[in-house]
């Protein structure tokens, strides 16, 4: 919606208008006092203006999709606020220069530089003037012309527009009654949970994203179990709802079927009402539905009334909200899942065909059609409504199959669906709003890293300072709120719980898609779908470029107005005629993120400076060697990525983005991580200790002691990659290391493989450290992972996985590492010298992933039982010397979900083969000789031919190279 538009005009006025600000102002614009006090009077009214404004555009739900009057009046204020959002930069940019560089200079560079430079402050001060002017004006014809009521809601209504929150809930409840596929086990669940015969009051919790048929299995349930109740009630609640409201709903319901009540209920204040409900209750076994509640306070709201009695009594909570869940145990927590491929199917062609079978022509269609839908039974039954109707014949369907994301866009019989998933975008709060659209710029089926989405939220200006947390913490916490809201899909988690990687459902990502092009909130090009529509037309701020043809020229560019460029096709610079870069500096001088990463670019253009509001640069896996000198203009810079480049050294004005949170330039020199030196880092100029808000260091290049000294400086590390360290560089670098309390991820390397890193002053280690990946020699004596470092740290430690590469330690380290009791990953690569590793019961309780890797001494590896019972990956690479199946290996079986045996000998595999400890257990392998044709990054892929040995658990295996 428009208010998320409003949302981040306001913080950058209030930026603007800040004191800071307008005393950097001030001094450098004192000959021009009277305007510049005007400005900022104008520029303060204008926040004003767009704070009552957003306040009004919060009050609009979903109804005012059908009022073209007030969608037409939303257009022209965005075009506004996007003008107001132009020249705040403006001003920013012209204040900021004249900071750094003294009045006289910057007027001459303007002159210079027209008619492409900033503005001067009297421009400025008359377009402003003229933005408060239009605002007023668009106050002014809202009155007149956008009809509201007294609640703020479009008096305008369409036959298709839904009128509101409690008729979706109807919608829902009427549409599912005979429509429920697969969901006996949940139905039973809530039974038994009903008829448990605890005397203790009971709180169950559904939840799951909109669509999934939460409302209808709770309607089912109730209708059924009322009647083993005294009382019942089902009380839908919206986003919007009012104590008071609820609890008069509350007592009508409560008192329906009842001989005698309250007389006069409509006369009842609040205090008469909940002593009512509370003198009722605590005497009766009841049952009460909370149906679509929004967040925990709704329950706490009612806490007064619903007394927990003896007497069995139970609540249901239907939620969209996973936070809603902690009301109750997790044990009485209930996961609405979506529906697997067979129900999918089976409820499909229960609405398409009427339980008939699908004709084989339209076999193929239909199982895409069914795919989109991703297991949603709303969009299952709708589509399948909508497709009973039509022909069955296969140009019917072709059409329809290749038109769906216009059906479910525009289809009026499809407005129960967009209603149920937009009403879950209305009610995110606005700063979520902006986070939710961004992902739907990506790909259909697009896998979206969390740490990089951060980083471009944050870029993008959607998050927020709040308190002492960092902003990445803040947008992880969005993050995590949309995942819990169901807007967004978990895909994976790391091994110590933290989200990984999601994605966006294809139904509402469809509908997402459509909000973006309503509120020009951006556009994903892609070549084979259209998504491009008009350009010319639209005043877009974002643009992600998913797939390109041959046809494509600059021109999907022409009249845009990007501040984000983003693109995921490497034939972009084909497409440009390599011009990509020069032309969106020459073109969007606004620009916040600019990102080209694995696409051919070999130069970056002087004139890159002039992106003065650009925040984040990603060049990853691009063909440029050299940065110009001019990057130390772009002050506002926050993230720059050079990963994997042919960029060697940084320029030394570098070390003048002094706003800089994140820089990445490592790179790759063998991908199958056979040598230590396989990967290096950059060097970095004097002045390293500028970099105050540096959190992010990857790879840096150990020149010197200097280097390891201003290390120190950056306080706010939390992830630091070091590398080419030599061991008189050891005791100052743990020093250094030391002074960074917030450091989570450490990553050392020594400078080859007969350097010693000296790294016993780190002991104890930074306290929230949680990874750690040291590649080079160890002292073995007084490691820094003995024993004695981790009774140090104690059982409150952080540490959840260690890393360790070519350390050639004669003794078993495995006693020692065993004392961090939290580890969830443990990663050996040529780290011990000696024939035999012993696992020892109650080792490694928290473990998930263990790989042994090119340790060509190992003969014997034992497992005791009650070791690792946690364990999911294990993995044994490139043991040569061990020629028989681990015993103790079948304990890990209940908990093991990939077991690989990389490099071995086609003996070993025949002993793999006849072992009947590994019968119960799925295995994978390669064979020796096929190593360097195996090697791969990932390390779950696995194919699916069996071996022709005849092994039935048995496969071929492409297993990671960085171990």
Request: glycine content about 6%; some cysteine; aromatic content about 8%.
């Amino acid at each position: 919606m428009a208010e998320t538009v409003l949302l981040l005009a306001m913080k950058k006025i209030g930026f603007a208008v800040a004191s800071e600000v307008t005393k950097q102002a001030s001094a450098q614009f004192g000959k021009h006092k009277l305007q510049l006090t005007e400005l900022q009077g104008s520029m303060g009214r204008i926040k004003i203006e767009l704070h009552v404004m957003h306040n009004f555009l919060c009050q609009m739900d979903i109804r005012s999709r059908g009022n073209q009057v007030y969608q037409g009046w939303l257009e022209e204020v965005r075009k506004v606020v996007y003008v107001m959002e132009d020249m705040v930069d403006e001003y920013l940019h012209l204040v900021g220069h004249q900071s750094e560089f003294g009045c006289c200079f910057c007027l001459k560079r303007l002159f210079r530089q027209l008619p492409r430079s900033a503005p001067s402050l009297d421009r400025i001060a008359s377009m402003v003037k003229e933005i408060e002017k239009n605002l007023v004006h668009l106050s002014e014809t809202k009155d007149r012309w956008v009809l509201v009521t007294n609640n703020g809601v479009n008096s305008y209504s369409s036959y298709n527009i839904v009128q509101g929150p409690q008729d979706l809930i109807s919608i829902s409840r009427s549409l599912y009654q005979d429509d429920l596929v697969g969901i006996e086990d949940n139905k039973q669940q809530l039974v038994e949970w009903l008829e448990d015969g605890e005397p203790t009051h009971s709180v169950i919790v559904v939840h799951g994203m909109g669509g999934l048929g939460k409302t209808a299995l709770a309607s089912t349930v109730y209708r059924k179990a009322r009647e083993k109740f005294d009382c019942d009630a089902w009380i839908s609640i919206s986003q919007t709802y009012t104590r008071e409201d609820i609890l008069r709903k509350l007592i009508i319901e409560i008192f329906k079927d009842q001989p005698t009540g309250p007389s006069n209920i409509a006369g009842m204040d609040m205090t008469s009402i909940q002593e009512e409900l509370k003198s009722f209750l605590e005497r009766m076994k009841y049952l009460i539905i909370l149906d679509d509640v929004w967040t925990p306070q709704v329950y706490n709201d009612l806490l007064g009334a619903l007394v927990p009695n003896l007497k069995g009594s139970k609540i249901i909570i239907t939620t969209r909200n996973a936070d809603v869940g902690h009301l109750t145990f997790p044990e009485m927590v209930l996961e609405i899942k979506r529906l697997s491929v067979d129900d999918s199917w089976k409820l499909f062609c229960k609405k398409a065909f009427l339980k008939r079978k699908c004709p084989e022509e339209l076999k193929d269609l239909s199982e895409q059609i069914v795919s989109k839908c991703e297991g949603l039974p709303l969009a299952i039954v709708s589509i399948g409504s909508l497709l009973f109707v039509r022909d069955k014949t296969r140009e019917e369907w072709k059409m329809i199959h290749d038109q769906l994301s216009w059906e479910l866009v525009n289809n009026p019989r499809m407005e129960h669906v967009r209603n149920v998933l937009h009403l879950s975008y209305i009610y995110l709060p606005t700063n979520l709003k902006s986070c939710f659209l961004y992902c739907s710029l990506f790909p259909e089926d697009y896998i979206l890293k969390r740490k990089n989405l951060i980083r471009l939220w944050i870029a993008e200006g959607f998050v927020e300072k709040r308190g002492g947390s960092t902003m990445e913490e803040v947008a992880q916490g969005y993050l995590k709120e949309l995942i819990h809201r169901n807007m967004l899909q978990l895909v994976e988690k790391n091994t110590f719980g933290r989200i990984r990687s999601f994605k966006m459902h294809d139904i509402v990502r469809e509908l997402a898609i459509d909000l973006c092009r309503r509120e020009c909130f951006g556009v994903a090009y892609n070549c084979k779908h259209k998504c491009n529509q008009p350009l010319d037309e639209k005043d877009e701020r974002r643009m992600v470029i998913h797939g390109l043809d041959k046809d494509t020229n600059q021109d999907i560019l022409r009249e845009c107005h990007l501040r984000s460029f983003i693109a995921l096709d490497k034939r972009v610079i084909t497409a440009f005629d390599k011009g990509i870069l020069p032309l969106v500096v020459d073109k969007y001088r606004y620009m916040s993120v600019l990102d080209l990463s694995w696409l051919p670019v070999d130069n970056v253009p002087d004139a890159i400076s002039d992106l003065f509001n650009l925040r984040h640069l990603g060049l990853r896996d691009s063909k440029v060697r050299l940065l110009p000198n001019s990057i130390e203009k772009l002050s506002n810079l926050l993230t720059l990525d050079l990963y994997s480049s042919k960029i060697q050294e940084l320029p030394r004005g570098i070390v003048k983005l002094n706003r800089l949170r994140h820089l990445f330039a490592d790179r790759e020199n063998d991908r199958y991580g056979r040598d230590l030196r396989s990967r290096t880092g950059v060097c970095i100029p004097k002045g390293l200790g500028k970099l105050r808000e540096l959190q992010t260091l990857q790879a840096i290049e150990v020149r010197d002691e200097g280097t390891v000294r201003r290390l120190g400086e950056l306080r706010q590390m939390r992830s630091i990659r070091i590398f080419g360290v030599k061991g008189s560089h050891c005791k100052v670098l743990c020093e250094s290391l030391l002074q960074m309390e917030f450091l989570t991820n450490l990553d050392i390397m020594a400078s080859d493989e007969n350097e010693v890193l000296q790294l016993n002053g780190l002991k104890p280690l930074p306290p929230n450290l949680q990874k750690l990946t040291l590649r080079g020699r160890l002292e073995q004596q007084g490691m820094i992972l003995g024993a004695a470092a981790a009774a140090a740290r104690g059982p409150n430690h952080s540490l959840y996985s260690i890393h360790l590469s070519w350390s050639q330690l004669v003794e078993d380290p495995l006693p020692n590492l065993s004392q961090w009791s939290k580890l969830t990953e443990l990663w050996l690569t040529r780290a011990y010298m000696g024939e035999q590793l012993t696992f020892l019961q109650g080792w490694f309780p928290s473990i998930k992933k263990l790989y042994l890797r090119d340790m060509p001494n190992l003969k014997r590896l034992e497992i005791h039982q009650g070791t690792m019972e946690g364990l999911q990956q294990l993995l044994l690479l490139n043991l040569r010397s061990m020629v028989k199946v681990p015993p103790g290996i079948e304990f890990l079986q209940p908990t093991l979900n990939f077991l690989g045996f990389g490099e071995i000998s086609r003996n070993f595999l025949a002993v793999l083969c006849r072992c009947s400890r590994l019968s119960g257990i799925r295995w994978s392998y390669s064979l020796r000789k096929m190593a360097a044709a195996l090697q791969l990054v990932l390390i779950t892929s696995v194919l699916t031919t069996a071996d022709s040995s005849g092994c039935k658990n048995a496969r071929e295996l492409c297993y990671p190279a960085h171990i």
